[in-house]
């Protein structure tokens, strides 16, 4: 009877030994050589290799420097370029200046190359020798050649620009007369008023280049 329940509990065991077995076969040590293996294999999947990195670093700034390099290149030409151009700008600038000082009055000069040629033939019929008779055909040549001399010299001075002034009459103004001395006011002349011219005065596109030299009219009767 004994021996009967001793070999029904064995049987029994027996399954719940095998299906132990099976579990512990299947479960693997935390530090076992599989997990360290797996581990191992992760944190090298997840991490890059160190060789890659440098390199390609390295390689993008080489490039950068090139192009940066090429640029200053570039920059380099332009700003020769430009300094050459500013160069020839200034030196031809200059020249036209100085040619504008030497060339400014040409213009002018031919116009009075022409007054001179009828000052030349004016003078020479004073320089003949003439008969007595001769002496008031003379005159009226020389006074036409004279009238044509002032004709001309007015036609060249409104051609420049070159006006003379007309101050009888006007208000005393420092700026265009230069006074010489006061006389009295007479009938129709303004005390303060220019009364008589002495030189004539000019200007020029409307700036006085010679001041007219004129007397004063006052009340008083001192003269001055």
């Excluded at 950068?64 to 050459?84: H, S, W």
């Excluded at 504008?100 to 009828?118: N, P, R």
């Excluded at 004073?126 to 008779?133: L, R, V």
């Excluded at 230069?178 to 009364?195: D, K, N, R, S, Y």
């Amino acid at each position: 009877m004994a021996a009967r329940l001793l070999w029904a509990v064995r049987r029994r065991m027996q399954p719940l030994a095998s299906h132990a077995a099976s579990e512990g076969r299947g479960w693997l040590h935390p530090f076992s050589t599989a997990t360290q293996r797996t581990a191992g294999e992760d944190c090298n999947s997840e991490d890059p290799p160190d060789e890659l990195g440098p390199s390609l670093a390295e390689r993008a700034l080489k490039l950068k420097a090139v192009k940066l390099e090429k640029e200053v290149q570039d920059l380099t030409v332009r700003y020769q370029r430009a300094v050459a151009d500013s160069e020839n700008i200034r030196r031809r600038t200059q020249r036209c200046v100085e040619d504008a000082k030497i060339f400014g009055i040409q213009s002018f000069c031919k116009d009075l190359v022409e007054v001179a040629d009828i000052l030349e033939k004016t003078t020479e019929y004073i320089s003949e020798e003439t008969e007595p008779a001769d002496q008031k055909l003379t005159l009226e040549k020389i006074f036409r050649g004279l009238s044509l001399l002032e004709a001309k010299l007015k036609s060249v001075f409104a051609k420049h620009g070159l006006e003379k002034m007309t101050p009888i009459g006007d208000k005393y103004d420092p700026h265009e007369h230069e006074l010489i001395c006061h006389v009295p006011a007479g009938v129709g002349v303004q005390p303060g008023t220019v009364a008589f011219v002495r030189q004539d005065g000019y200007k020029l596109h409307g700036r006085t280049i010679r001041l007219a030299q004129v007397e004063v009219a006052v009340e008083s009767q001192r003269r001055l």
